[in-house]
């Protein structure tokens, strides 16, 4: 068994470096040279001979080259069999191992150790920590990322859901809008009747007391009754009470009254039911300026989608769409004499059919105008307060008939 001689580890015969401590080794056999070499001899051999058998021929003109090299190697003929084995007692002459090449980002445990000093134990755990660390590293990297991705994500919800919030506290089942005087909006959102869903719901079923009525006057005239609301009972309205920062909702004496609290507010509670032709009537009256109306939006998709048609007290009524957010007058503000003042009733009705848009006051049609921006949607009962906020609206007989 063949030991390096400065660290005792197990070595191969053809290994010229000790793999544990890198310190070279002694030719095998160790036969001592003829004569001690320093280091800095340079030994010129002859003429390599070209007639060898095997040996290519060197072209013809070309001088015969040397070879600079060390010292001449043992012939294999003097390699004795087995390691000389030095006899008991006898000294052996000392020896000073070179120095290891010089390899870059190489290292050699115990290279520089003196002679006959021991090589530190070789460190055969400090890899698996090091490969350990790494892991340990990049998982706390990958957990860091990970909150740090949660947090921005919480963040961005918490502030998309602070703006709609505000925009809209409890759903868009009941919103409100954009006042048609006033150039810059005012929102506000309220709790949504009990039943209702956000999305939009199919079509109404006929009501049992529904029975077809006779034309109100428009092209097509109405058939079934699609929906009613009496508002003399508040358990089963469609509309619920309550009160938000900007409005009171309450039933009083068979009827549902809407109280504004802030100025440049459109306020509008939504009805259950889908509609696509349909013949939307309700008794309205305002309690407050003339500069305040009432009104029926239809056709509605969302906060941002839909139409309004309103009658102020004033005697004045408009048309306008949303579509994106964007305002349109599709008839501005026009004045009737068919629209009562302020404590007089008024009984508003918008039919639709087709692209068709039918404006009534009294029975008495005010308008009529095509637009195909939007065939069918909810629909609900609308606020405008303008510049005063003292305004009182008071809603009775809401009903949704076909049109034929």
């Known amino acids: 068994m063949l030991e390096c001689p400065t660290c005792h580890a197990e070595v191969k015969p053809e290994e010229r470096f000790c793999g544990n401590c890198g310190a070279r080794l002694p030719e095998q056999p160790a036969t001592p040279p003829a004569r001690p070499l320093t280091g800095k001899e340079t030994v010129v051999l002859p003429t390599v001979p070209t007639d060898l058998p095997g040996m290519p021929t060197a072209p013809a003109g ?80 990958a957990c860091v990322a990970l909150a740090a991705g949660a947090y921005i994500l919480f963040n961005r919800a918490a502030s998309q859901a602070g703006n709609v919030f505000s925009t809209a506290a409890a759903s868009l089942q009941t919103v409100e809008a954009f006042p048609t005087f006033a150039p810059f909006p005012t929102f506000e959102a309220d709790a949504t009747p009990e039943g209702s869903e956000a999305t939009p719901e199919p079509e109404a079923t006929p009501e049992p007391e529904a029975t077809p009525e006779t034309g109100s006057g428009g092209t097509g005239g109405t058939g079934a009754v699609l929906l009613r609301d009496t508002f003399d009972d508040a358990a089963t309205s469609n509309f619920d009470e309550g009160e938000t920062d900007n409005a009171i909702y309450s039933f009083a004496d068979g009827a549902y009254t809407m109280k504004m609290k802030q100025p440049k507010l459109i306020l509008w509670k939504t009805m259950r039911g889908d509609y696509g032709n349909a013949a939307i009537t309700v008794d309205s009256m305002i309690d407050g300026p003339e500069q305040s109306a009432a009104g029926i939006i239809f056709h509605y998709q969302d906060d941002k989608n839909f139409y309004i048609f309103t009658a102020a007290a004033d005697g004045s009524y408009s048309l306008d769409l949303y579509k994106n957010d964007e305002l349109t007058h599709l008839i501005d503000w026009t004045n009737s004499s068919a629209i009562h003042g302020p404590g007089e009733l008024n009984t508003l009705r918008v039919e639709t059919q087709g692209d068709s848009i039918r404006l009534y ?23 405008n307060t303008f510049d005063d906020p003292n305004v009182t609206v008071t809603f009775d007989n809401l009903v949704v008939s076909a049109v034929k």
């Not at 003097?78 to 870059?104: C, D, V």
């Not at 006051?361 to 606020?383: C, M, Q, Y």
């Open 62 to 141: 070309q001088p015969d080259k040397t070879i600079i090299a060390g010292p001449a190697p043992i012939p294999p003929s003097q390699f004795p069999s087995t390691p000389a084995t030095p006899p008991q007692g006898a000294q052996m002459p000392p020896t000073t191992p070179l120095p290891p090449p010089s390899y870059p980002g190489a290292s050699y445990p115990g290279a520089n150790l003196p002679p006959g000093a021991a090589a530190p134990p070789p460190k055969s755990g400090s890899n698996i920590w090091k490969i350990l660390g790494i892991i340990a590293g990049i998982g706390v990297l």
């Open 361 to 383: 006051a009294n029975d008495e049609l005010l308008d009529e105008i095509s637009d195909s921006t939007f065939s069918r949607g909810k629909a609900a009962l609308a606020v």
